[in-house]
């Protein structure tokens, strides 16, 4: 495919002033009736040609203001529409084609999921249901007829509201009419039919109007959605608080199927869900699973207005709907939770994804300026690190101007299509600021590196941060600009207390500065005492910091920081050096000062459960190997994580055994904050008694597996099990599967922590598994718990130094290429670390990618990842 470019941006020729849409559903054979009132833009290019897009489309008719077209007058392909002369400057284009859903298994346009229909349409389905468009500054309203057997499809649902319902006479069929008043691009269109049971609720808004709630799961499974239907009605309350945002339609639904590339689709009004992000019971559901619906279902709504209302101009501003919607289901759940800890798991997540992303040969800006295909760019640059510029022009302009800079972003830009210049601009102008400058961060891909030292004059009783900044070269951006870098930080003093901040005489407003230059320095005055300083807190910027702190400063920021992200961080630096230092030599350096900062947060009594939790839990494998860098020993970095988790595990077992007794259950199941906090640092002290294998351990794990009441304690002693090579596991193993056989989402969790197993053997397990009745790959979330946890959660194994791992994945990616190619290229990015390898294994993982790059006849998804991989 072509490379397009963000510069290359022209309006549409066309405009669709209203479009109504006829469906007349069928298994094999959905037509389709599309009436376009289509009018010429007076900002298109001068008689300009009618040109819509299309993909693997039957054309059966078409018609001008109510007469077929001959042949002669238009040129149709599966993949364009073309009215080289179109008769005026508006008329009434109909298009009748013909779609088969149940040969759809791209997963894109009109499906079928467990028999019922569906449609997903961003970013460029619903061009594979008629010729449109099909590109979101093209804004329409949207009336949509659907016509189904009665029986086949008892339920019929689209955008807006219902005006219209009833028989069709002398048939088996029924039809339902939905009208949405509010102009949308083609990407939130959907439809579904089906037999589906309805969970219903209400809400009313700020301003008194009664909206309608809907969730939509496969029969039986209405009990799962109470925390869904929960989070809904706390989204839309926290959006009218926390954004002034209100919703806009009579109805608002939710629909859970289980055949979904994605994790769920903002549809206008008709919200389209992959039910792992709806379904829950304590049985069914763990404390990640919970937090993850309310995640995403407060994400799927505030897209309402942040996506639908405003949408983007071309895809290349997809940031500007996903980070700052990501931005905005993040502060929800902060609100919702433990503020502290949800930036611990945030930034875990980000340095996880996206800075490795950022690492290595996918890197891209937040936004893009070219793309060969638009669905590699659904990554977590544009989701994650979008919402952490978001979050950084907060920081920068304080809660009030950051609130004055949405609000004209709402008022200036309702009902249109937008780009990343309108948001900054709004802020801009609302607050006065220069955001120039700070613009570079939707520019500039890769991590910015910081580096900070300090000196503390004691006669001046004053202390000098001198920083330096610089971003390394990524993908087509050799060079870079300095950046605006928002850092937040304190001064903390002997006594742990933080010492004031002032720069001359002058308070830092909000503990924050400004790092602007490539080398700049602050003169803090005004201490009487050398401070160590507590630098980036909350991670107030996505950047890889560098200072001159000692493992000693870093124990005392650990037991003293005012700040819990740096009390956090501050531990997992402690252990990042020594894992990184064990890993490069072979031998684990002295960790007595992680334990005695381990020691101290095990044991106060001020800090929650959840927070320990997150602090004593060691930094993944993915992140040490990202430190390092290069020439990366997966089996070295996993060696020297054990060996620290089983001195920690032996050394703090008194404090284990007591958190562990600590946390055991009081009451019923609840899904809340503190309670999934208790459950955290339970299983995480399972864990370390159990790290050794030692006989103890493996008997509380499979006591714990055994008497659990839901399913996080109840999987945590699995996974638990499942790491040592103990007869107990197989057993276990078995038992899970047996008790939910049934229940497809569970055995997902099953299939990945089997395929995270970090052993030689596990390869032909995954092997195995592939040919096991519950597994398929036509489902994305099977693919996803087996083959993509292998790929991206098992580093030894994924990486093994005979280049089995890597051969095995590119054989999964060709074979799924065919059927469906956005799940098989997200499936192929997991080779993104490649050349963070040892040679060795670099070789191989290069070979697994040409040996894909040569294969003729591939998608442009997995034809794009092979290339700039290989690049
Ligand atoms: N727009 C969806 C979401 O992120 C994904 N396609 O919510
Ligand atoms: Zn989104």
Known sequence: PKAIHLADYRPPDWLVEKVDLDFALHPSQTRVTARLALRRNPKGAAGAPVVLEGDDLTLVRLAIDGTPLAGSSFEATGNRLTLAHPPADAFLLEIETLVDPTANTQLMGLYRTSGNYCTQCEPEGFRRITYYPDRPDVLSVFTTRIEADKQEAPILLGNGNLVESGQVPGTSRHYAVWHDPWPK?????????????????????????????????????????????????????????AFGREYDLDVFNIVAVSDFNMGAMENKGLNVFNDKYVLASPETATDADYSGIEGVIAHEYFHNWTGNRITCRDWFQLCLKEGLTVFRDQEFSSDQRSRPVKRIADVRMLKAAQFTEDAGPLAHPVRPETYREINNFYT?????????????????????????????????HDGEAATIEDFVSSFADATGRDLSQFSLWYAQSGTPVLNVSGTYDEAAGTYRLDISQSVPPTPGQPEKKPMVIPLALGLVGPDGRDQPLMLGNTPVERGVVEVKEATQSFLFTGLDARPVPSLNRGFSAPVNLVSDLTEADRVFLAAHDADPFNRFDALQRIALELLKTGARTGTLPAPDALVTAARAILADPALDAAFKAQALAL???????????????????FAARKALRVTLGTTL??????????????????????????????NLALDYLAVTGSADGIARAKAQFEAADNMTDRITALAVLAQHDVPEREAALD???RRF??????????????????????????K???LHPAFSLANPNRVRALVGAFAAANPTQFNRADGEGHAFVAEVVLTLDSKNPQVAARLLASFKTFRQLEPARRGHAEQALRRIAETPGLSPDVADIATRSLA
């Open 185 to 241: 691009p083609s990407y939130l269109f959907a439809l579904v039919g089906g037999r589906l049971a309805k969970v219903a609720d209400s809400f009313v808004t700020a301003s008194g109007r009664k909206v309608e709630l809907g969730i939509y799961v496969e029969e039986g499974k209405e009990a799962r959605a109470g925390y869904a239907m929960d989070s809904l009605k706390r989204s839309m309350r926290w959006d009218e608080e």
């Open 380 to 412: 977590a640059t544009v989701y994650e690190k979008g919402a952490e510029v978001v979050r950084m022009l907060k920081t920068l302009l304080g809660e009030e101007g950051f609130r004055k800079g949405m609000d004209l972003y709402f008022e200036r």
């Open 619 to 637: 930094p993944g494998e993915g992140e040490v190997a990202r430190e390092l860098a290069r020439e990366v020993d997966p089996d070295a970095v």
């Open 653 to 682: 077992a008194e404090g284990f055994t007591a958190a562990y007794a600590a946390g055991a259950a009081s009451g019923a199941f609840s899904p809340d904050a503190a309670s999934a906090g208790r459950r955290a640092l339970r």
């Open 735 to 737: 038992a899970f599967y």
């Open 741 to 766: 056989e049934r229940d497809a989402l569970v055995i997902d969790k099953w299939f990945t922590l089997q395929a995270q197993i970090a052993s030689p053997t596990t390869l032909d397990r995954v």
């Open 768 to 770: 195995d598994l592939m």
